[in-house]
């Protein structure tokens, strides 16, 4: 069996949370450590509980998805979001992984790809349901998809730096840094920071 992913669930709807926590429960290797219905109890339940992910809603009264999101990674960079929404506007899709999200799933996806989403996330890798790929892509390059955070780190890579150097010059942490990486690599299709940089420097996203 897969080793044990722990997550939490993050809805302002009972109802989409049950529905959620009774599909995960068929997949044996992924266990639900706890379920909030707001983004500030979400916060505080995840830097408790400390899951492998955790499945966030964006709408939510008071304190929305992305914004938890954003304040969760500032605090434990190492904690996995997967975005979990009805909403595919591609605008809120960027803002997701601006955020600090690693995944972004539509609520209408089936089991087994919310499962496979669960598991890139928490294998650290970036996710993009599938159905929604075509409409990110659309009149919008690999290259646009990167934050002007990716942008910056990946300049410093291709300046020769080491992930402790970039973690040192932009004072946050070397698993920050990795984690930025990942999502370069993801995003730009790339097999290693060489190649990523290769790619930059050809399509002129770095000088």
């Known amino acids: 069996m897969a080793d044990e992913i722990t997550a939490l669930i993050v809805d302002d709807h009972e109802v989409v949370r049950e529905g959620l926590r ?9 266990r639900i450590v706890g379920e909030a219905g707001d983004g500030a109890s979400a916060i505080e339940l995840a830097l408790r509980r400390r899951p492998d992910v955790v499945v966030m809603d964006v709408r939510m009264p008071e304190m929305d998805g ?11 960079p190492d904690m996995k979001v997967l975005i979990f929404t009805a909403y595919s506007e591609r605008s809120l899709l960027s803002r997701a992984f601006d955020s600090g999200a690693t995944g972004y799933i539509l609520k209408e996806a089936p089991h087994e790809t919310l499962v496979k989403a669960i598991e890139k996330v928490a294998s650290g890798e970036a996710y993009v349901d599938p159905a929604l790929m075509p409409a990110f892509l659309a009149g919008k390059d690999q290259t646009e998809m990167l934050t002007a955070r990716e942008r910056e780190i990946l300049q410093l890579l291709a300046d020769g730096m080491s992930n402790n150097d970039v973690a040192e010059k932009l004072f946050i942490s070397q698993e920050t840094v990795k984690s930025h990486v ?3 690599l993801t995003k730009l299709e790339a097999d290693t920071r060489t190649h990523a940089v290769a790619i930059a420097l050809r399509d002129a996203i770095i000088d």
């Open 182 to 184: 990942r999502h370069i």
């Open 22 to 30: 009774l599909t995960l429960s068929r997949a044996p290797h992924i």
């Open 66 to 76: 992305l914004e938890a999101t954003r304040s969760l990674t500032d605090q434990a």
